[in-house]
């Protein structure tokens, strides 16, 4: 039999090399010649349609018992997980460093555990003492909890194989373990891959519900490839301001709940506590109020938390180039707004400098902030304060209208929960039993009137 010549085909432009080099000379593009095998070498090589086990197959309507989610003794967890942690399920947690991911799920960790569960926590960062010196400034070192320091993803497999499994199990973190099997240093691509495979496999087969903390980038993305986060069911982000107290837990994705669901805490000497009512706490020190402050509803999955939104504006004598600075919201959609309020409202930003937080250190992705930043901008243009007791809400678009956005009543009916007595938003949301009195607005420039007196 001929033995089969060899050709390197590139993938950019498709041309021919007898040989692999690195630069393809027809495009010029690197590292993008591959062999090609001939059809009847590569199927004698690769042919995978015998050698395996047969696969049990069940039908999808098979009556089967449904598992049932485990509470993590803080509501607000629960909440985030979208109704506590189901059995068998991978989550992957990741957050900034000293955010509080190891507090959290150690303070979980000691709750399951004190309800007669067996908890097993992995620590590949710390030793066994470290984190019990933790634990005892939390007042949790009482908890039946299972503790080792190791890495070795062979081991630590190898110990819980030989008895029932845990109901949970932390691995503190991924970027630590290491596989005996795996060529390359523990936190490269192939050994978190690897290590998080076998790991995953090991709670689908035994029903143990495992953690996985993850580091982040300096961008504050999940640091590993993102087939890690294809991998696990749950994908969550623990963020906040080291500066600030509170801490939000939100659901990325979330294969047995809604995403972009929020649990708050804060964090105190004990640990974190968990607020019930998060408004409270984006609102606080609103005595009276101030020229460019304005009160926003915004909607956290299904929870909605009122935010406080401060604009700035600086007018330039000199001539120079103005600033556009904002904390916690789109700098692209600041930009499009005050567009917007220049060409369909006739007010001049061009030369001032605008600033723009959103209060909290809290940061907003809900379009329908688009109203109350335009009601902060005009009330700090006009130096005049909005009125007291007032939330806004409402997507402006390029024309100049605010459009009607979603969950109009909920928003409505927090507002009035916490003593807002007016909200201005699209025409035509206005809810029943809502306890604040609505007033709908067709366009941005009623905004202007109305922070101007003139309506």
Do not use: K, M, N, Y
């Given at each position: 039999m001929a033995k089969s010549k060899r050709r390197y085909v590139c993938q950019e432009c498709g041309s021919v090399s007898p040989r692999w080099q690195g630069q393809c000379a027809d495009c010029s593009q690197w590292n993008t010649l591959v062999e090609d095998v001939p059809a009847t070498v590569f199927s004698q090589k690769h042919d995978l349609s015998t050698g395996g086990r047969p696969v049990m197959f069940e039908p999808l309507n098979a009556p089967t018992k449904l598992p049932v989610r485990k509470s993590t003794g803080m509501a607000e967890f629960d909440r985030a997980l979208g109704g506590g942690l189901v059995p068998g399920s991978a989550v992957l947690l990741g957050g900034d460093p000293g955010i509080g991911k190891s507090t959290l799920l150690l303070q979980c960790a000691a709750t399951i555990a004190r309800g007669g569960n067996d908890v097993v926590y992995v620590s590949g960062e710390e030793a066994a003492g470290q984190v019990r010196l933790r634990a005892s400034r939390m007042?949790?070192?009482?908890?039946?909890?299972?503790?080792a320091s190791e890495t070795s993803v062979r081991d630590i497999l190898t110990t819980l194989g030989g008895a029932e499994a845990p109901a949970l199990l932390v691995i503190d973190s991924i970027q630590t373990m290491h596989s005996d099997t795996i060529e390359g240093a523990p936190g490269t691509v192939s050994q978190v891959r690897g290590c998080a495979l076998e790991l995953i496999r090991y709670a689908k087969e035994t029903g143990c519900a495992v953690v996985l903390v993850g580091h982040v980038t300096k961008d504050g993305t999940i640091a590993g490839p993102r087939v890690l986060e294809h991998m696990v069911d749950v994908v969550m982000s623990f963020e906040g301001e080291r500066s600030h107290q509170y801490r939000i837990l939100r659901a990325l994705k979330n294969r047995f709940g809604a995403v972009d669901e929020i649990g708050v805490f804060a964090m105190a000497t004990e640990g974190l506590e968990e607020v019930a009512n998060p408004s409270l706490l984006f609102l606080s020190g609103r005595d009276m109020p101030l020229?460019?402050?304005a009160v926003f509803p915004a909607l956290e999955g299904t929870r909605p938390v009122l935010?406080?939104?401060?604009?700035?504006?600086?007018?330039?004598?000199?001539?120079?180039?103005?600033?556009?600075?904002v904390v916690g919201w789109d700098s692209g959609r600041l930009a499009m707004l005050l567009a917007v309020l220049e060409s369909r409202c006739g007010l001049n930003f061009s030369s001032a400098e605008v600033y723009l937080n959103i209060a909290g250190g809290y940061r907003l992705t809900d379009p329908a902030a688009d109203l109350a930043v335009a009601a902060a901008l005009v009330s700090a243009l006009a130096d005049k304060a909005l009125p007291d007791k007032t939330a806004w809400f409402g997507e402006v678009s390029l024309a100049g209208e605010i459009r009607p956005v979603a969950h109009a009543p909920l928003r409505l009916r927090e507002a009035a929960k916490l003593g807002f007595v007016r909200c201005y938003g699209p025409a035509g949301a206005a809810s029943e039993n809502s306890g604040a009195d609505y007033r709908g607005l067709a366009a941005l420039a009623n905004v202007v009137d109305q922070v101007m007196g003139t309506a």
């Open positions: 007042g949790v070192a009482d908890a039946p909890i299972r503790l020229a460019g402050s935010v406080e939104i401060q604009a700035l504006i600086v007018r330039l004598q000199s001539g120079a180039t103005p600033r556009r600075a």
